[in-house]
């Protein structure tokens, strides 16, 4: 300890920043999750147990941002990742124009989240009085228009998590791409001369090779996914219980700030129910990638 | 299975774009590689010997001329279509396989009737395992083995499909000196034992020299010579086969043919029967110097390093080409400068003469 007492000195100043804006309000959640009633302005709880959790997991409104997150969840982080494998596949083999598709498959990323939710809900949007591109393009192959935005249920779905593969798309690419082109070339010179047809050679030597990315794009994508919102108030707007769109951090927002927010307590155990499946998808992540990440 | 070349042209695409003149790796090579011989490809960095290597492998494409396989014209096959195997300079062993997966690769992709079933697959690993004298290390991973047992792994995969055609890009370049003098052995052994035409690449002239049955020196894409490494080495056909190939290398100086006699300065150093009067380049190899004090060469003595085997003697001279002479004499016997001058005496085989503008061969009788 003396004689890391420098370094610790040189540490203190991060340290406290962290304790106080990363610790201390980690705690605090856990503890108000257990506070019954908690109150901000009076600082008064009546009493102390698991009613908050009971509370949340009986809430009609939390059942639903809890199903919608697991379809967006389970839909979007495999899809987004095996197109953008497949892309990135795709652009690591032309030469002449790659910058300038890289350009194009990227330039998602740096869109405002809002605007591209604007763009899609024109698209996507049906009113009596006009049809988006979308439904102009069913009606012309003879299918019958839905309202994507305002409609049923299976087509906000479907548009929401379009809406979410397309904007986690150009990071995913752009990891991917970087990770293909620091593939030794050799490695496929060797398995040609081995006669090794292009899928093998896909499973069997791109695919470990980049296997480290992979692994990274699909934690954070599941994090990502699990964590979504902002992309949901894009397309539906911030009434997103009376849309049945909501999410569990949209569940947790509302309950804080929305119309009918107000109740730290009730956000907080969903806060933490979010945190403990996070936690669980991510150590399964981890457990699996021990066997099929490869790390040089 | 023999190699043959029919006015083999590689031209590559200048790098710098501006620079119209494209760069010619290969420069119609004519020539035929012997069956079932070790054949050195030796030529300073650059010479265009790799691309060679990748013109037999198919991994490049001729821009002219014909490469065959026996009878069979090979130069428009695919390399997967050549049954040839390639050792990588760097191994290109797959890091996330183990060694054995890593030799048992080339046999999964058989497809057809030459399919294997896993205990024959096993069966042939093993064999070629054994051939290289790996058996123990089949379950690790490469990146756990040494630079030797990587390229041992490396020529096992090269093997294991019974190629008709060995490639191997700088087997030792990766290695430090002790391994490379093993394991040159250990390729010679590999090749005698298997009788696979084996073609190998380097810049190390004493490599080549060492284990080849004929090596094939280029320089700049042109081939030089060929033959047997005595040959080339007693024979030389320009002064820069002469100048790459023995270490120390060989001294040149400038000098004269005037009747029939080598000059070297006003000194004339030995006959040449039935030469015509120019100027040349005269060639000694350092075992070719004598020391005797009557000879006809004088030098001045520089210095003397002792091998204990033999010695080398340090001298310069005004005409000599290059840094410093360095001849090699036996080590029982005895030098001493006079004034500081050594003076030698030349065995004639030992002694090459070359025009000193077309630096051509120019052969006397003896």
């Known amino acids: 300890m003396k004689k890391n007492l420098a370094a610790w000195l040189c540490l203190l100043p991060a340290l406290a920043f962290l304790l106080v804006f990363m610790v201390y309000p980690l705690v605090d959640v856990f503890i108000y999750s257990f506070e019954e009633g908690y109150n901000f302005a009076s600082q008064s709880y009546f009493g102390v147990g698991l009613y908050n959790y ?8 939390f059942i639903q941002a809890l199903k919608n997150t697991f379809i967006i969840v389970i839909i979007t982080v495999p899809l987004s990742t095996g197109i953008a494998l497949l892309i990135s596949l795709e652009l690591s083999k032309i030469r002449h124009i790659r910058n300038f598709f890289q350009t194009v498959y990227f330039l998602p990323y740096v869109t405002n989240t809002l605007a591209v939710g604007l763009v899609f ?7 009596p009085y006009s049809n988006g591109l979308v439904n102009i393009l069913i009606q012309f192959f003879g299918g019958k228009g839905v309202d994507f935005i305002d409609g049923p249920y299976w087509a906000k779905m479907f548009v929401m998590c379009f809406y979410t593969i397309w904007i986690v798309m150009p990071f995913k690419i752009l990891i991917l791409t970087s ?22 050679t896909f499973y069997k030597i791109t695919l470990p090779m980049i296997s480290p990315m992979v692994f990274y794009l699909v934690i954070t994508g599941f994090i990502g996914a699990f964590k979504a919102y902002s992309d949901e108030v894009a397309l539906f707007g911030t009434d997103l219980n009376a849309a049945g769109m909501n999410t569990i951090v949209g569940y947790v ?7 009918s927010g107000g109740y730290p307590s009730f956000a907080s155990a969903a806060a933490l129910m979010l945190f403990a499946i996070v936690f669980t998808i991510t150590t399964i992540n981890l457990m699996v990638s021990r066997k099929t990440v490869f790390y040089n | ?11 590559f695409p200048n790098r710098n774009k501006r620079i119209k003149d494209e760069v010619v790796a290969v420069s119609d090579f004519n020539f035929t590689i012997p069956d079932g011989k070790l054949v050195g490809l030796l030529g300073p960095s650059g010479c265009g010997k790799s691309t060679a290597l990748n013109l037999i492998c198919g991994l490049e494409k001729p821009t002219e001329g014909r490469i065959y396989f026996e009878d069979l014209d090979v130069t428009d096959l695919e390399p997967e279509n050549r049954g040839v195997g390639l050792v990588f300079q760097n191994y290109a062993l797959y890091p996330h396989l183990t060694v054995r997966q890593n030799i048992r690769f080339p046999l999964e992709n058989l497809r057809g009737d030459k399919k294997l079933s896993k205990e024959e697959m096993e069966e042939k690993v093993q064999a070629a395992a054994k051939l290289v004298q790996i058996e123990a290390l089949l379950d690790r991973k490469p990146n756990e083995m040494s630079g030797g047992q990587q390229q041992r792994v490396a020529i096992a995969r090269a093997l294991v499909k019974v190629p008709k055609v060995l490639l191997l890009d700088e087997p030792l370049s990766n290695l430090d000196a002790r391994l490379r003098l093993k394991t040159r052995e250990e390729i010679k052994r590999i090749q005698v034992q298997t009788g696979i035409t084996t073609v190998f690449v380097t810049h190390d002239q004493e490599e080549a020299m060492s284990i080849s049955d004929m090596i094939v020196v280029m320089k700049d894409g042109v081939l030089q010579q060929m033959g047997r490494p005595q040959e080339v080495y007693d024979e030389p056909e320009n002064l820069f086969v002469a100048m790459f190939l023995g270490t120390p290398q060989i001294n040149v100086f400038k000098g004269a043919i005037k009747g029939e006699k080598v000059y070297i300065g006003d000194e004339a150093v030995m006959d040449a029967k039935g030469a015509a009067d120019r100027e040349v380049f005269v060639a000694v190899r350092p075992e070719g110097f004598i020391v005797d004090p009557n000879g006809p ?3 001045t003595f520089i210095n003397r390093e002792v091998m204990g085997r033999d010695t080398s003697v340090i001298a310069s001279h005004a005409l000599f080409e290059g840094e410093n002479i360095r001849a090699i004499i036996p080590s029982e016997e005895d030098v001493t400068p006079v004034n500081g001058i050594v003076r030698f005496a030349l065995k004639p ?6 025009d000193s503008i077309s630096e051509e061969r120019i052969r006397i009788k003896s």
Request: with cysteine; net charge positive.
């Open chain 1, 253 to 259: 927002y509302d309950m804080l700030y929305g119309n």
């Open chain 1, 54 to 61: 009971n509370y949340v997991l009986h809430d009609p409104y």
């Open chain 2, 349 to 354: 085989f030992k002694v090459k003469l070359f």
């Open chain 2, 1 to 11: 299975m023999k190699i043959v070349f029919e006015h083999l042209t590689k031209r």
């Open chain 1, 121 to 127: 809900m024109i698209l996507f949007k049906k009113t």
């Open chain 1, 179 to 200: 990770a293909l082109a620091s593939v030794n070339p050799m490695y496929y010179k060797a398995a040609k001369v081995d006669n090794t047809s292009p899928f093998r």
């Open chain 2, 297 to 299: 060469l004088s030098c």
